[in-house]
């Protein structure tokens, strides 16, 4: 069982470069997040969507965007990196059912130079 | 606004004893649910336990308990019998009302857990 794929695991960028994290799923779940997790903190929710062809702002969507154009996909992007970006990346996906938890992928490990 | 508290940032525990992690949170809302993950060193997020707002009885999962009690708010988890693989950082999560909200998950910050042999 795949469950939450995240691709790459790690990158090193350099300031200014663009790049797109990439999230699937084989879940069929409608919904999907992408966080992102800094030493001493918890996760905090960058974007989120509840359906293909649809997304929505969370806590720290500042130099980010997302796209989702289909169901399976999740797609994070940084357009002009910066160091202030660097963290571990976590997707996540559930079903519209509220009893059931949020699936995590394994992470993707950015660092901004 | 909602918020979860873990005050615990650290904690030790003798192999094979019990042990309570803290979480308190702050919600308006009357429907919601809570979640516990555990993430190891090797850093993927692990559900542990779910307790919904609604839920009269505490919930269990095999030596996972959460300890809930609404009308203080907190969702406090208990292992039971621990064991060396316990070592981890814990987050408490709550969930926002699921179908006006999204289903978005806030987090804690999270509780480093050390077992001692």
């Known amino acids: 069982n795949a469950g939450v794929t995240q691709t790459p695991k790690f990158r090193v960028l350099k300031t200014g470069q663009s790049m797109t994290l990439l999230c699937a799923q084989d879940?069929?779940?409608?919904?999907m997040y992408w966080y992102r997790q800094d030493p001493g903190m918890g996760l905090r929710l960058i974007h989120y969507?509840?359906?293909?062809?649809?997304?929505a702002k969370g806590e720290v969507p500042d130099g980010y965007n997302v796209s989702r154009l289909k169901k399976q996909n999740f797609l994070l992007g940084l357009e002009s990196a910066a160091p202030s970006q660097t963290s571990v990346y976590f997707c996540?996906?559930?079903?519209?059912?509220?009893?059931?938890?949020?699936?995590f992928g394994d992470g993707t490990r950015l660092s901004i130079l | 606004a909602q918020k979860i508290t873990q005050t615990q940032p650290g904690m030790f525990v003798q192999e094979k004893e019990a042990v309570t992690l803290d979480c308190t949170y702050d919600?308006?809302?009357?429907?919601?649910?809570l979640f516990w993950y555990k993430q190891p060193s090797s850093g993927e997020m692990i559900f542990l336990i779910y307790?919904?707002?609604?839920?009269?009885q505490n919930a269990t999962e095999g030596r996972y308990s959460l300890n809930f009690q609404k009308a203080r708010k907190s969702a406090n988890l208990v292992i039971s019998a621990s064991q060396l693989g316990d070592s981890a950082m814990y987050f408490c999560?709550?969930?926002?009302?699921?179908?006006?909200?999204?289903?978005?998950?806030?987090f804690g910050q999270g509780t480093e857990l050390s077992v001692k042999p």
């Open positions: 996540a996906s559930s079903s519209w059912d509220s009893n059931q938890p949020q699936h």
């Open positions: 999560a709550m969930r926002e009302d699921l179908y006006n909200q999204g289903g978005k998950l806030i």
């Open positions: 879940m069929n779940h409608e919904y």
């Open positions: 307790q919904g707002s609604y839920d009269e």
């Open positions: 919600t308006s809302d009357q429907s919601y649910g």
């Open positions: 969507s509840v359906g293909e062809g649809t997304t």
